[in-house]
């Protein structure tokens, strides 16, 4: 038997308990030879752990950076989905006739021929398609080991509409939202992977998650109050 080579497989099978669900040994980036790799890696430094965000945004030093940023982007737009989920609970046309954060934002929704005013939950919708379509297009993205340069300049348009998605759960479905950061990180994430590439400039990154981590502990003015 010492010639019958032992694989761990890395796979999900159908009928896997959740308990057994990506149960297996982590694996070094350098050893994982596959076109998936850096996905691969990426997705494996989150389970392990999803708050060591610096860990998780840190390239390999032989790594490709735009690859980097778009394996990060089509993970980002991935979990997203899961707030998107969340949302369709409670954000309803109704209620949420636009796509609006603080009052001085009302965001078109770029997914059709003439930009439109979509509800904030079909704007959630389309824009996740949108950027999937966009992210898997033979066109602009026919390979994950190298990508143009251009198709590398639509990720950051890709981020600005997606993060939208962020701001209007943080403004107008607040436990929601804390649910999900607290679950998943993922807004601090998205606005440390913006910010450490220049994907998005720092006036219209107006959710404030990191002044509530940074300003605890820290005993300055007290201006806000309620009664
Ligand atoms: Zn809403
Ligand atoms: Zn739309």
Redesign the pocket.
């Given at each position: 038997m010492a010639d019958v080579e032992c694989r761990m497989e890395r796979r999900n099978r159908p009928g896997t308990k959740t308990i057994e669900y990506y149960c297996w040994p982590e694996e070094l980036f350098e050893e994982m030879d596959s076109t998936l790799a850096v996905q691969q890696y990426i997705q494996q430094l989150i389970r392990k752990d999803f708050t060591a965000i610096d860990e998780i945004l840190k390239a390999p030093d032989t790594q490709d950076e735009g690859v980097w940023k778009y394996e990060h982007l089509r993970q980002f737009c991935m979990e997203l989905n899961g707030i998107a989920v969340k949302l369709q609970n409670e954000c309803h046309p109704e209620s949420c006739t636009q796509m609006t954060a603080t009052d001085q934002w009302i965001f078109l929704?770029?997914?059709?021929k003439t930009p439109?005013e979509?509800p904030a939950i079909?704007?959630t919708?389309?824009?996740l398609d949108g950027a999937a379509c966009l992210l898997n297009s033979n066109k602009y993205f026919p390979s994950r080991i190298s990508i143009k340069e251009s198709s590398v300049a639509k990720l950051g348009s890709v981020c600005r509409r997606v993060y939208r998605i962020f701001s209007h759960a943080y403004f107008h479905h607040r436990n929601l939202f804390d649910e999900f950061e607290n679950e998943t990180f993922l807004c601090r994430r998205f606005t440390e992977f913006v910010t450490k590439y220049n994907l998005m400039s720092k006036e219209i990154l107006i959710v404030p998650i990191f002044d509530e981590v940074d300003t605890s502990g820290f005993v300055g003015h007290v201006a806000e109050s309620e009664a």
């Open positions: 929704c770029a997914a059709h439109k979509c079909d704007y919708r389309h824009t």
